[in-house]
């Protein structure tokens, strides 16, 4: 089924992320991981790419799975800043012979060698040309906050609707910790006649995730979650579970206000994302 049909059905939908192993001995893993979360029964499971292409035969692998084994509707991952024009339409094939109908289209992280291909510049050019190739449901991603190599997030909201014009059916968020920030940026967005649905994506719970990410994204960290890390920090389980309680208490906010997409970025978690879905149940039923 196509995401796209999924968020226009007009009730709260919730999904999850996974991402494939950086090593073949980790994929058993990987696949086990993927297997608990599809079992809960998410509106669809995203699956990541790795930084250079390493995972991308593995992305395709998992999304199939969910898609055949576990009827999950699979959202597979696919940047271009490290791809060439072949290699695109190669995973593209691929897909496409598997029965994946979604793809989020990302210029993606710079590998750390800092090699990059030259054929595609930005995220608008790949979705355009996913666009011309197939039947795809097209998503990508929009920055609450802008994106940290942005000038200004005026800037950056000109590069979404540049995303939005190619043929993007929907966004996924950044995470975020702050509602106020999503409903500004879904505001101005709106006011700038972007109008697909919004995805929400809703923050991991391990605090060494949460300090790359934001460092590698500029996310703003309120006082009050500030105040959850210093506390519980060095204490995982109680991590784990604070950052639970966070991220339900977002979602019933965004929820409550209307914003009825909620992804959440489990990091292979299982349990976290059974806990969340259990605690959201009679919201979502």
């Known amino acids: 089924m196509k995401i796209k049909d999924i968020l226009g059905q007009g009730k709260p939908t919730l999904s999850f992320e996974v991402f494939p ?6 994929y058993e893993s990987v696949e086990r991981a993927a297997a608990e979360i599809a079992k809960l029964k998410p ?7 790795g930084a250079g292409g390493g995972t991308s035969r593995y992305t395709v692998d998992i999304a199939s799975t969910l898609h ?30 598997a029965g994946i109908e979604n793809i989020l ?41 802008g994106h940290v190599e942005s000038v200004s997030k005026t800037i950056d909201m000109d590069y979404l609707k540049q995303k939005v014009e190619a043929g993007c059916d929907f966004v996924t968020t950044q995470m975020f910790f702050d509602n106020n920030i999503l409903y500004n940026y879904l505001y101005r967005i709106r006011e700038k006649g972007i109008t697909v649905p919004v995805v929400a994506g809703m923050p991991v719970t391990n605090v060494k995730q949460i300090i790359r ?16 890390v210093d506390r519980f920090g060095d204490n995982p389980a109680a991590m784990k579970q604070a950052g639970i309680a966070y991220a339900t208490e977002q979602i019933i906010d965004l929820i409550a206000n209307g ?21 959201l149940s009679e919201i979502l039923s």
């Not at 192993?21 to 980790?26: A, I, M, N, Q, V």
């Not at 790949?126 to 011309?132: V, Y």
């Not at 990410?213 to 959850?228: D, E, H, M, V």
Request: charged share 25%; glycine share 4%.
């Open 21 to 26: 192993p950086k090593t073949e001995d980790k």
């Open 259 to 279: 914003v009825d997409a909620i992804h959440v970025y489990s990091m292979n978690k299982p349990d976290v994302a059974a806990k969340i879905k259990e605690n």
């Open 105 to 145: 289209a990302l210029r993606g992280d710079v590998p750390k060698d800092g090699t990059v291909a030259s054929d595609y510049r930005f995220a608008s050019e790949l979705i355009r040309e996913i666009r011309a190739y197939g039947d795809f449901c097209i998503g990508a991603a929009c920055y609450p906050e």
């Open 43 to 49: 509106a669809f499971m995203s699956v990541t790419y």
């Open 213 to 228: 990410s934001c460092q590698l994204s500029g996310t703003y960290l309120p006082s009050r979650f500030k105040a959850i």
């Open 68 to 97: 055949h084994e576990y009827q999950v509707t699979a959202l597979a991952h696919v940047p271009c800043v490290s791809s060439t024009r072949e290699k695109v339409h190669e995973v593209l094939e691929e897909l496409k012979a």
